[in-house]
C-alpha cells in the first residue's frame, strides 16, 4: 500500500505540471521597426529600416502561465526561407518560443506557418482602415479599436516603449489564435501588455 500511494501522490503532483506546460494558444506577434528604433536607438542595426511591420515571433502560451524555453531541441539552419535570413534571431525564437509547440509544428512547419501568417495579417493595412499611418499621434484606443475591428472582433495584444521624456511609442501588436492556428481569439487579458502603451495618445514614428 505504501508504494501505491506513493504513486498516486507522485501522479497528482506532476500532473498540474504536464497540464500548465502544454500550449493552448499562440501569439503572433508583429513589431514595427521605426517604433522600436526610436525606443532602443543603440540597438538598431538595420538600414535603411523596413517599412512594414516585421515577424517578430509566434508564441505559445497556456491560460496560466508564460510558456518559454520547453525543451533543449537544436536549431537546423532553413536555407529555403528568405525570411529566415537573420539566423542568429530566428535560432534564438525557435529555442525560446518555438520548443513549447514542438509536439504540434516542428521546427520547418513552425516557421513556414509564421510567414504564412504575416503574409495573412498586413497590420499597415489593419491600420490604414482606422486612419492610422505612420506618423501619427493616435490614442491607445483608437489603435486597438481598429485592430479589433480588422480581426473579426477579437481583442488583440499591444506593447510600446515610452523613452525618456517622450510620448510612448507603439512597438509591437499581437494576434492571438488557437492552438491549431485555424481560429482568431481574444488575447488572453492577464497577459496582455496593452498597459504599456498607457491610456491617451502614443506615438506611431514614421
Request: charged share 15%; aromatic share 12%; proline share 7%.
Given at each position: 500500500?505504501?508504494?501505491?500511494?506513493?504513486?498516486?501522490?507522485?501522479?497528482?503532483?506532476?500532473?498540474?505540471?504536464?497540464?500548465?506546460?502544454?500550449?493552448?494558444?499562440?501569439?503572433?506577434?508583429?513589431?514595427?521597426?521605426?517604433?522600436?528604433?526610436?525606443?532602443?536607438?543603440?540597438?538598431?542595426?538595420?538600414?535603411?529600416?523596413?517599412?512594414?511591420?516585421?515577424?517578430?515571433?509566434?508564441?505559445?502560451?497556456?491560460?496560466?502561465?508564460?510558456?518559454?524555453?520547453?525543451?533543449?531541441?537544436?536549431?537546423?539552419?532553413?536555407?529555403?526561407?528568405?525570411?529566415?535570413?537573420?539566423?542568429?534571431?530566428?535560432?534564438?525564437?525557435?529555442?525560446?518560443?518555438?520548443?513549447?509547440?514542438?509536439?504540434?509544428?516542428?521546427?520547418?512547419?513552425?516557421?513556414?506557418?509564421?510567414?504564412?501568417?504575416?503574409?495573412?495579417?498586413?497590420?499597415?493595412?489593419?491600420?490604414?482602415?482606422?486612419?492610422?499611418?505612420?506618423?501619427?499621434?493616435?490614442?491607445?484606443?483608437?489603435?486597438?479599436?481598429?485592430?479589433?475591428?480588422?480581426?473579426?472582433?477579437?481583442?488583440?495584444?499591444?506593447?510600446?516603449?515610452?523613452?525618456?521624456?517622450?510620448?510612448?511609442a507603439l512597438v509591437e501588436i499581437g494576434i492571438c489564435f488557437t492552438a491549431t492556428m485555424?481560429?482568431?481569439?481574444?488575447?488572453?487579458?492577464?497577459?496582455?501588455?496593452?498597459?504599456?502603451?498607457?491610456?491617451?495618445?502614443?506615438?506611431?514614428?514614421?
Amino acid at each position: 500500500m505504501g508504494i501505491v500511494f506513493k504513486l498516486v501522490l507522485l501522479i497528482l503532483m506532476l500532473c498540474p505540471l504536464t497540464i500548465n506546460s502544454s500550449f493552448q494558444y499562440l501569439t503572433f506577434v508583429q513589431q514595427w521597426p521605426k517604433g522600436y528604433c526610436t525606443a532602443n536607438p543603440s540597438r538598431c542595426q538595420r538600414n535603411p529600416l523596413p517599412t512594414v511591420f516585421t515577424i517578430h515571433g509566434l508564441w505559445p502560451g497556456n491560460f496560466t502561465k508564460i510558456l518559454q524555453n520547453c525543451r533543449t531541441t537544436s536549431y537546423t539552419k532553413l536555407k529555403n526561407f528568405r525570411e529566415l535570413r537573420f539566423q542568429s534571431f530566428w535560432e534564438h525564437e525557435w529555442k525560446k518560443h518555438g520548443t513549447c509547440s514542438e509536439n504540434m509544428y516542428p521546427e520547418a512547419t513552425y516557421f513556414s506557418r509564421t510567414i504564412q501568417l504575416s503574409q495573412r495579417h498586413n497590420i499597415l493595412n489593419y491600420l490604414a482602415t482606422g486612419n492610422i499611418r505612420p506618423g501619427s499621434n493616435p490614442t491607445v484606443s483608437s489603435v486597438n479599436s481598429t485592430i479589433y475591428r480588422a480581426i473579426s472582433n477579437h481583442v488583440p495584444d499591444l506593447m510600446c516603449v515610452t523613452p525618456p521624456r517622450q510620448t510612448p511609442a507603439l512597438v509591437e501588436i499581437g494576434i492571438c489564435f488557437t492552438a491549431t492556428m485555424t481560429t482568431i481569439i481574444d488575447c488572453p487579458s492577464q497577459f496582455l501588455r496593452t498597459g504599456s502603451c498607457g491610456i491617451g495618445t502614443i506615438n506611431f514614428p514614421a
